[in-house]
T-cell receptor
Framework: GAGVSQSPSNKVTEKGKDVELRCDPISGHTALYWYRQSLGQGLEFLIYFQGNSAPDKSGLPSDRFSAERTGGSVSTLTIQRTQQEDSAVYLC??????????????FGPGTRLLVL | QKEVEQNSGPLSVPEGAIASLNCTYSDRGSQSFFWYRQYSGKSPELIMSIYSNGDKEDGRFTAQLNKASQYVSLLIRDSQPSDSATYLCAVNFPPGNTPLVFGKGTRLSVIA
């Protein structure tokens, strides 16, 4: 079946502009995650959606970052007034409803964001 | 504090040898552990999951878990150059229904 898809695959923007990154999770997966990975670094958790529950926004680095998930499926991560330090690969992952924490996350190909 | 620690490497092993990747975590109550492989420029892909103490084998890969020592490892037998990648350890911390916490990864280089 289809995996997690993300768009665009690459995005170049100018400092100060807003960007929107899209994630389509695997069909039937109720949990969706956004991560950021800077060059040569580990995964930085940003935000987590689980079903209809309030999202866990504890990883968002500033109020310039926001995300929404419409209809329990597609998610959009928005970065307002982009800064050069926002340049990174933004990865989306999805998993079935976590059951006793035995969740396997499946990752999308990522969006490579470059802020000039 | 939820922490997952890995040696960043690079870990270099000759082709055909056993590569041993280690990971420690901060909460003894953690129940679920995962190893992901990430090739350069690609997204992480799941290799193995382990939930119980002991060994779990899948082909050339063996995951080992010791909850008392808060330690999980991944062994790769008969290492191949195609195994060269960064290996990420991920842990599900209590209460369980929370995002995984990832280590920064160990870079493995298998030398032909």
């Amino acid at each position: 079946g289809a995996g997690v898809s993300q768009s665009p695959s690459n995005k170049v923007t100018e400092k100060g502009k807003d960007v929107e990154l899209r994630c389509d999770p695997i069909s039937g997966h109720t949990a969706l995650y956004w991560y950021r990975q800077s060059l040569g670094q580990g995964l930085e958790f940003l935000i987590y959606f689980q079903g209809n529950s309030a999202p866990d926004k504890s990883g968002l680095p500033s109020d310039r970052f926001s995300a929404e998930r419409t209809g329990g499926s597609v998610s959009t991560l928005t970065i307002q007034r982009t800064q050069q330090e926002d340049s990174a690969v933004y990865l989306c992952a999805s998993s079935r409803r976590p059951d006793r924490g035995r969740e396997t996350q499946y990752f999308g190909p990522g969006t490579r964001l470059l802020v000039l | 504090q939820k922490e997952v620690e890995q040696n960043s490497g690079p870990l270099s092993v000759p082709e055909g040898a056993i590569a041993s990747l280690n990971c420690t975590y901060s909460d003894r109550g953690s129940q679920s552990f995962f190893w992901y492989r990430q090739y350069s420029g690609k997204s992480p892909e799941l290799i193995m999951s382990i939930y119980s103490n002991g060994d779990k084998e899948d082909g050339r890969f063996t995951a080992q878990l010791n909850k008392a020592s808060q330690y999980v490892s991944l062994l790769i037998r008969d290492s191949q150059p195609s195994d060269s990648a960064t290996y990420l350890c991920a842990v599900n911390f209590p209460p369980g229904n929370t995002p995984l916490v990832f280590g920064k990864g160990t870079r493995l280089s298998v030398i032909a």
